[in-house]
Protein backbone atom coordinates (compact mmCIF):
# COMPACT_ATOMS: atom_id res chain seq x y z
CA UNK A 1 0.00 0.00 0.00
CA UNK A 2 2.40 2.17 -1.03
CA UNK A 3 1.41 5.65 -2.87
CA UNK A 4 0.04 4.83 -6.30
CA UNK A 5 1.44 7.66 -8.23
CA UNK A 6 4.85 9.79 -7.48
CA UNK A 7 4.23 12.33 -4.13
CA UNK A 8 6.84 14.19 -5.54
CA UNK A 9 6.17 15.03 -9.03
CA UNK A 10 4.55 18.29 -10.45
CA UNK A 11 1.13 18.79 -9.59
CA UNK A 12 -0.36 19.55 -12.79
CA UNK A 13 -0.81 22.95 -14.58
CA UNK A 14 -3.19 25.00 -11.85
CA UNK A 15 -6.24 26.99 -13.11
CA UNK A 16 -7.33 28.01 -9.65
CA UNK A 17 -4.84 29.43 -7.26
CA UNK A 18 -5.58 27.10 -4.26
CA UNK A 19 -6.40 23.30 -5.09
CA UNK A 20 -9.20 21.51 -5.10
CA UNK A 21 -8.39 17.99 -3.40
CA UNK A 22 -10.67 14.59 -2.75
CA UNK A 23 -9.52 12.36 0.36
CA UNK A 24 -11.75 9.41 0.28
CA UNK A 25 -11.98 5.48 1.37
CA UNK A 26 -14.02 3.00 3.30
CA UNK A 27 -15.43 4.39 6.73
CA UNK A 28 -12.52 3.81 9.34
CA UNK A 29 -9.82 4.42 7.05
CA UNK A 30 -8.41 7.92 8.53
CA UNK A 31 -10.34 10.57 5.94
CA UNK A 32 -12.16 12.98 8.67
CA UNK A 33 -8.62 12.69 11.05
CA UNK A 34 -6.59 13.51 7.86
CA UNK A 35 -8.79 16.12 6.23
CA UNK A 36 -8.87 18.27 9.86
CA UNK A 37 -4.64 18.04 9.95
CA UNK A 38 -4.62 18.65 6.22
CA UNK A 39 -6.94 21.68 6.61
CA UNK A 40 -4.81 23.21 9.66
CA UNK A 41 -1.31 22.89 7.53
CA UNK A 42 -2.65 24.12 4.49
CA UNK A 43 -4.94 26.94 5.70
CA UNK A 44 -7.79 24.73 3.04
CA UNK A 45 -11.01 24.40 3.60
CA UNK A 46 -12.10 21.05 5.33
CA UNK A 47 -15.90 19.93 3.89
CA UNK A 48 -17.08 16.88 5.31
CA UNK A 49 -19.78 15.77 2.87
CA UNK A 50 -21.68 13.19 5.67
CA UNK A 51 -21.98 16.34 7.94
CA UNK A 52 -23.46 17.93 5.08
CA UNK A 53 -26.09 15.27 4.18
CA UNK A 54 -27.54 15.52 7.78
CA UNK A 55 -27.22 19.82 8.14
CA UNK A 56 -28.55 20.58 4.89
CA UNK A 57 -30.90 17.83 3.81
CA UNK A 58 -29.55 16.39 1.44
CA UNK A 59 -30.22 12.97 1.46
CA UNK A 60 -33.41 11.23 0.68
CA UNK A 61 -34.17 9.22 3.93
CA UNK A 62 -32.64 6.78 6.23
CA UNK A 63 -31.31 3.29 5.62
CA UNK A 64 -32.37 1.73 9.30
CA UNK A 65 -30.21 -1.80 8.57
CA UNK A 66 -26.71 0.19 8.03
CA UNK A 67 -27.65 3.33 10.60
CA UNK A 68 -27.18 6.25 7.79
CA UNK A 69 -28.81 8.36 5.65
CA UNK A 70 -29.41 8.00 1.91
CA UNK A 71 -27.11 10.45 0.11
CA UNK A 72 -28.96 12.27 -2.72
CA UNK A 73 -25.82 12.64 -5.28
CA UNK A 74 -27.48 15.30 -7.21
CA UNK A 75 -28.27 17.39 -4.32
CA UNK A 76 -24.39 16.94 -2.93
CA UNK A 77 -23.17 17.98 -6.00
CA UNK A 78 -25.72 21.07 -6.63
CA UNK A 79 -24.80 22.09 -3.48
CA UNK A 80 -21.15 21.73 -3.24
CA UNK A 81 -20.90 23.35 -7.12
CA UNK A 82 -20.32 27.16 -6.00
CA UNK A 83 -17.87 26.06 -3.48
CA UNK A 84 -15.94 23.89 -5.94
CA UNK A 85 -15.42 26.44 -8.44
CA UNK A 86 -13.12 28.90 -6.34
CA UNK A 87 -10.56 26.20 -5.35
CA UNK A 88 -8.73 25.81 -1.57
CA UNK A 89 -11.47 22.34 -0.51
CA UNK A 90 -10.66 19.42 1.26
CA UNK A 91 -13.68 17.27 0.08
CA UNK A 92 -13.99 14.35 3.01
CA UNK A 93 -16.60 11.15 1.07
CA UNK A 94 -15.93 7.34 1.39
CA UNK A 95 -17.31 7.37 -2.18
CA UNK A 96 -15.68 9.32 -5.14
CA UNK A 97 -17.53 8.11 -8.05
CA UNK A 98 -20.49 11.02 -8.40
CA UNK A 99 -17.82 13.98 -8.17
CA UNK A 100 -17.54 15.70 -11.10
CA UNK A 101 -13.91 14.84 -12.33
CA UNK A 102 -13.08 18.95 -13.39
CA UNK A 103 -13.60 19.47 -9.71
CA UNK A 104 -10.42 17.72 -8.30
CA UNK A 105 -7.07 18.10 -8.70
CA UNK A 106 -5.84 15.72 -6.13
CA UNK A 107 -7.84 12.71 -5.13
CA UNK A 108 -5.98 10.43 -2.37
CA UNK A 109 -7.35 7.30 -1.18
CA UNK A 110 -6.32 6.33 2.24
CA UNK A 111 -6.01 2.24 2.70
CA UNK A 112 -6.05 0.07 6.04
CA UNK A 113 -5.59 -3.54 6.86
CA UNK A 114 -8.89 -5.19 8.01
CA UNK A 115 -6.69 -5.93 11.37
CA UNK A 116 -6.83 -2.41 11.76
CA UNK A 117 -10.01 -1.30 10.26
CA UNK A 118 -12.16 -3.86 12.26
CA UNK A 119 -11.34 -2.63 16.00
CA UNK A 120 -11.98 0.67 14.05
CA UNK A 121 -15.43 0.64 12.99
CA UNK A 122 -16.28 -1.43 16.31
CA UNK A 123 -15.18 1.22 18.28
CA UNK A 124 -17.21 3.41 16.70
CA UNK A 125 -20.77 1.12 17.63
CA UNK A 126 -21.39 0.42 13.64
CA UNK A 127 -23.57 -3.12 13.60
CA UNK A 128 -22.18 -6.31 12.49
CA UNK A 129 -23.74 -6.06 8.93
CA UNK A 130 -22.51 -2.43 8.59
CA UNK A 131 -18.94 -3.44 9.89
CA UNK A 132 -18.90 -6.52 7.71
CA UNK A 133 -19.94 -4.65 4.42
CA UNK A 134 -16.84 -1.79 4.94
CA UNK A 135 -14.35 -4.84 5.53
CA UNK A 136 -15.49 -6.64 2.27
CA UNK A 137 -15.73 -2.93 0.21
CA UNK A 138 -11.81 -2.92 1.80
CA UNK A 139 -10.78 -6.41 0.42
CA UNK A 140 -12.03 -5.19 -2.67
CA UNK A 141 -10.22 -2.44 -2.76
CA UNK A 142 -13.87 -0.71 -4.15
CA UNK A 143 -12.89 2.83 -3.35
CA UNK A 144 -9.85 2.26 -4.62
CA UNK A 145 -11.05 0.82 -7.76
CA UNK A 146 -13.67 4.02 -8.37
CA UNK A 147 -11.14 6.51 -7.88
CA UNK A 148 -9.35 4.83 -10.74
CA UNK A 149 -12.51 4.60 -12.48
CA UNK A 150 -13.33 8.03 -11.91
CA UNK A 151 -10.02 10.05 -11.94
CA UNK A 152 -7.17 10.28 -14.79
CA UNK A 153 -4.51 7.98 -12.86
CA UNK A 154 -1.85 10.98 -12.47
CA UNK A 155 -4.45 12.56 -9.55
CA UNK A 156 -4.60 9.68 -7.23
CA UNK A 157 -2.30 8.90 -4.83
CA UNK A 158 -2.88 5.92 -2.43
CA UNK A 159 -1.66 5.98 1.03
CA UNK A 160 -1.45 3.52 3.45
CA UNK A 161 -3.28 5.12 6.78
CA UNK A 162 -3.14 2.39 9.96
CA UNK A 163 -0.92 4.41 12.60
CA UNK A 164 -0.78 8.60 13.61
CA UNK A 165 2.51 8.15 11.94
CA UNK A 166 1.15 6.98 8.70
CA UNK A 167 -1.35 10.02 8.99
CA UNK A 168 0.94 12.42 9.85
CA UNK A 169 3.46 11.37 7.02
CA UNK A 170 0.15 11.47 4.34
CA UNK A 171 -0.59 15.04 5.33
CA UNK A 172 3.53 15.98 5.27
CA UNK A 173 3.33 15.00 1.33
CA UNK A 174 0.03 16.50 0.35
CA UNK A 175 0.96 19.85 1.81
CA UNK A 176 4.34 19.59 -0.19
CA UNK A 177 2.11 18.92 -3.00
CA UNK A 178 -0.04 21.51 -2.66
CA UNK A 179 2.77 23.75 -1.92
CA UNK A 180 3.90 23.00 -5.28
CA UNK A 181 0.39 23.37 -6.90
CA UNK A 182 0.26 26.97 -5.37
CA UNK A 183 3.89 28.03 -6.49
CA UNK A 184 2.69 26.66 -9.91
CA UNK A 185 -0.35 28.31 -9.54
CA UNK A 186 1.20 32.00 -8.62
CA UNK A 187 3.79 31.42 -11.26
CA UNK A 188 1.29 30.89 -14.19
CA UNK A 189 -0.41 34.54 -13.19
Not at 95 to 103: A, Q, S, T
Not at 136 to 141: A, D
Not at 156 to 171: A, C, G, T, W
Request: hydrophobic residues 35%; aromatic residues 8%; proline residues 5%.
Amino acid sequence: MDVDSDSEAAPPMPHRAQPNILITGTPGTGKTTTCELLAIATGLEHIEVGKWVKERQLHSGFDEKFQSYLLDEDKVVDELEPSMLAGGKIVDHHGCDFFPERWFDLVVVLRVDNNVLYPRLEKRNYSDVKIQENIQCEIMQVVLEEAHDSYRPEVILEFKSESIQDMESNVESISEWVERYVAAAAATQ
